[in-house]
């Protein structure tokens, strides 16, 4: 079955904390990326990725940064978390002409 | 460019039918549909592309009209596992492009 995992449901940090948010899918797709998702706001794109060490800024990137070494890893940094950044964060993965994959989410407060 | 969905919320009781909208304002190459249910991750639904096609999903099927820029969601004969919040993404050119997605549909059927 095909899946991505998001390492934390639920994270509580600290203003200023460096954040990081880790996902890993296991389906060998080519395509990753960062949403987050607001009370009636939708899902907004933070960054995304084509390949291994490939990385574009989405909609609201401001605040954020990504990594992705490996090809099934992508990992999002909140590189001084702040209170506007408290969202549920979903990672996705898809090959080129297919629907997406979401892993569970990451509901990230940040007090 | 966000698309519009319409409308924001909808109530139904079992049995019966409803249409989601999806408009956008630019040209599209294909539109997704997703449903997510409280507290889970999106699910892939299905992805109509540029061409006009009409696609079904057990009780569940869509439209593309790509020269008005806008899909349609059908749900026929609803059932109480059909509740949640249905997203649609949109993606203006072919393969690799992140979709952009609507701020959502929450539909409830109750018995």
């Known amino acids: 079955d095909v899946k991505v995992t998001q390492s934390s449901r639920y994270l509580v940090k600290r203003t200023g904390e460096k954040v990081f948010l880790e996902c890993v899918q296991d389906?060998?797709?080519?395509?990753m990326f960062w949403y987050r998702q607001d009370p009636g706001l939708g899902l907004r794109l933070i960054y995304f990725?084509?390949?291994?060490?490939?990385?574009e800024k989405g909609d609201i990137p401001e605040g954020y940064s990504v990594s992705r070494e490996k090809k099934e890893r992508f990992s999002l940094i909140l590189e001084s978390a702040s209170t506007n950044q408290t969202s549920m964060y979903l990672c996705?993965?898809?090959?080129?002409?297919?629907?997406?994959?979401f892993g569970s989410g990451t509901r990230l407060t940040v007090v | 460019q966000q698309p519009v969905q319409s409308p924001q919320a909808v109530i139904l009781r079992e049995g019966e039918d409803a249409v989601i909208n999806c408009s956008s304002s630019?040209?599209?190459?294909?539109v997704h549909w997703y449903r997510q249910k409280h507290g889970e991750a999106p699910v892939f639904l299905m992805i109509?592309?540029?061409?006009?096609e009409q696609k079904g999903h057990d009780k569940i099927s869509a439209s593309f009209n790509e020269k008005k820029q806008q899909s349609s969601l059908y749900l026929t004969a609803s059932q109480l596992s059909y509740s949640g919040t249905y997203f649609c993404?949109?993606?203006?050119?072919?393969?690799?492009?992140?979709?952009?997605f609507g701020k959502g549909t929450r539909l409830s059927v109750i018995a």
């Open positions: 990725s084509y390949d291994v060490k490939m990385k």
């Open positions: 109509l592309l540029k061409g006009g």
């Open positions: 996705a993965s898809s090959s080129s002409k297919y629907g997406y994959t």
């Open positions: 389906m060998d797709h080519e395509n």
């Open positions: 993404g949109t993606g203006r050119v072919s393969g690799n492009t992140p979709l952009v």
């Open positions: 630019k040209a599209l190459y294909s």
